[in-house]
């Protein structure tokens, strides 16, 4: 791994995908992916094969060694002597092991889409993220509580409705531009990756590669990496600004990376996605940086975690269904 400190090697990065690292781990890989935009590319491809990996068929017979070997081999990493697992060896590494025999289990498994014949076909996700790939080969996670729609000829046809917030990572095909409506926004693309956000308040579109075109009403703005849009419901102004925040990709990466986050914002984003209200009574910490990276884990050891790392004194009382931090 490039960059990879002296403090932080693979076996940490199972721990923390598998939230059993300590919270100095925890806050030495937030660190890490922090330090360099490699780090965090790294951290990426090991999370998107560590998903893959989990999702294609039970482990069973197939040795652990030589899966953890494969593992390694997928992550494209030197590969280091194999050590027997025996029943006194850390748990999370059998654990690792049995999950990476998934990779050889057929990766054609996973990417399999069910069409329905009818003519209009429809992707939801209820109480949890959905990731699937469209008829063209882009690919897409539907947050929580979110909905697409898309004709059944979507391969030439590449028009999508959006209802709540889903992350695309569009397939380039020149003669068939990439169009989606949410609302009276619309965003048309070629070939780029893309965030888009709408609830009853605002739509907020942000790009991660590649350029899209916002427009609502008569209004049109071009959007390149590393900017965003945002428009409220009741106006048909566009508001551009450049974008850093990472926390948009939680419910896709699992991950909350925060870069010097105000504090209030990575309490709105803990709200979110736990259904849970989480109040900031002190206000002398309302703005406070927070670097750091939590796992999708509870909210209670999100916010323990956060007690232990940041940098001023934060703590969290539990009052009925809501957390406090003060």
């Avoid at 992707?123 to 509580?145: F, R, W, Y």
Wanted: one cysteine or more; a negative charge; proline letters at 3%.
């Amino acid at each position: 791994m490039n960059n990879f400190n002296e403090h932080i090697n693979d076996d940490i990065l199972v721990k923390f995908m598998l939230g059993q690292a300590s919270a100095e781990e925890q806050q030495a890989v937030g660190q890490w992916m922090a330090a360099s935009a490699d780090n965090e590319k790294y951290f990426q491809h090991f999370r998107l094969i560590w998903e893959e990996s989990r999702q294609l068929a039970p482990a069973n017979a197939t040795n652990e060694n030589e899966a953890w070997a494969r593992f390694q081999q997928r992550v494209n990493r030197p590969q280091t002597p194999v050590v027997e697992l025996t029943s006194t060896r850390k748990p999370w590494l059998r654990i690792a092991a049995a999950v990476t025999v998934l990779i050889v289990a057929g990766t054609s498994a996973f990417l399999l889409m069910n069409k329905p014949a009818a003519t209009q076909l429809e992707l939801v996700a209820a109480s949890s993220p959905v990731t699937d790939t469209l008829p063209d080969g882009s690919i897409i996670t539907l947050n929580k509580n979110s909905r697409i729609q898309y004709a059944s000829n979507f391969d030439t046809n590449r028009h999508i409705t959006l209802e709540g917030e889903a992350f695309f990572n569009v397939a380039t095909d020149p003669s068939h531009p990439f169009v989606l409506k949410t609302g009276d926004v619309q965003v048309r693309v070629l070939g780029t990756s893309f965030n888009v956000k709408s609830n009853q308040q605002q739509v907020e579109v942000i790009v991660e590669t590649g350029a899209v075109e916002v427009n609502k009403k008569s209004e049109t703005v071009q959007l390149q990496q590393n900017e965003k849009a945002v428009m409220a419901q009741n106006s048909s102004a566009i508001v551009k600004a450049s974008n850093k925040d990472e926390l948009y990709n939680y419910y896709r990466t699992q991950t909350f990376v925060c870069n010097g986050t105000p504090l209030w914002q990575l309490a709105e984003i803990f709200s979110n996605a736990y259904g849970v209200k989480v109040d900031i009574t002190n206000t002398d910490i309302r703005n406070e940086g927070i670097t750091s990276v939590f796992m999708y884990s509870t909210i209670e050891e999100n916010l323990r975690l956060l007690e232990e790392t940041s940098q001023v004194k934060i703590t969290v009382e539990k009052v009925g269904d809501t957390y406090i931090l003060k």
